[in-house]
């Protein structure tokens, strides 16, 4: 079975940009959450999707945005980028809330 | 609020040596416990879980953790460590609503022949 895919799977921007990173879960899997790795640091949370609705979001700016198709895919949406926004963004589905998580190879995000 | 701490920022142990990494977390109520593993520039792997019940689990490669409320720690162990095993072990916990996980800065494992 295919796990969870993630695209592009590197990509440069100039700050300023918007960027939009796609995630398409494990089949039969409802729910999407999308992570920022900072180099050196763990994952920090995003946000969460189930049934294309937003179940969580963390601590981050309204520069971030996110949605999850019918068919359960998401998108991952970040204008006006910083350099601070370098990173690893990883995606994880899961079947239901409180299910554990299977996680993408992630799209590494440059902000030059 | 829900937070993870890993105490070691990075561990080296011999090839056949045991291996216990330790985590600690904050949290309300029963969590829902993690660990992870990463290998450079790859994503996230599971290597157990803690929902309920057992407190001792048993995970793949085998590793195993034991989850000790009295001391809010969720620490993981591997009776003789290989040279795959070097990577970065994330410990992670998830309010039992079941969304917001909470990632440990993790710990580097380096291993020596």
């Known amino acids: 079975d295919a796990g969870v895919t993630q695209s592009p799977t590197h990509l440069i921007k100039t700050r300023g940009q918007h960027v939009t990173l796609r995630c398409s879960p494990i089949s039969g899997h409802k729910s999407v959450s999308w992570y920022q790795q900072v180099l050196g640091q763990g994952p920090q949370f995003i946000f969460q999707y189930y049934e294309k609705e937003e179940r969580g979001r963390g601590n981050f700016p309204d520069r971030f945005s996110a949605r999850q198709f019918p068919n359960y895919s998401s998108e991952l949406n970040v204008n006006a980028l910083l350099l601070g926004d370098s990173a690893l963004y990883l995606c994880a589905s899961s079947p239901l809330l409180g299910s554990e998580q299977y996680f993408g190879p992630g799209t590494r995000l440059t902000v030059t | 609020a829900q937070s993870v701490t890993q105490p070691d920022i990075h561990i080296t142990v011999s090839e056949g040596a045991s291996l216990e990494l330790r985590c600690n977390y904050s949290y309300g109520a029963t969590p829902y416990l993690f660990w992870y593993v990463q290998s450079p520039g790859q994503g996230l792997q599971l290597l157990l879980k803690?929902?309920?019940?057992?407190?001792l689990v048993q995970g793949i490669k085998g590793f195993e953790a034991e989850f000790k409320r009295s001391q809010s720690s969720f620490n993981l162990r591997k009776p003789s460590v290989h040279w795959s095993d070097a990577a970065e072990y994330f410990c992670?916990?998830?309010?039992?609503?079941?969304?917001?996980?909470?990632f440990g800065a993790g710990t580097r494992l380096f291993v020596k022949a």
């Open positions: 992670a916990v998830e309010n039992t609503g079941g969304f917001k996980t909470i």
């Open positions: 803690y929902f309920s019940g057992d407190t």
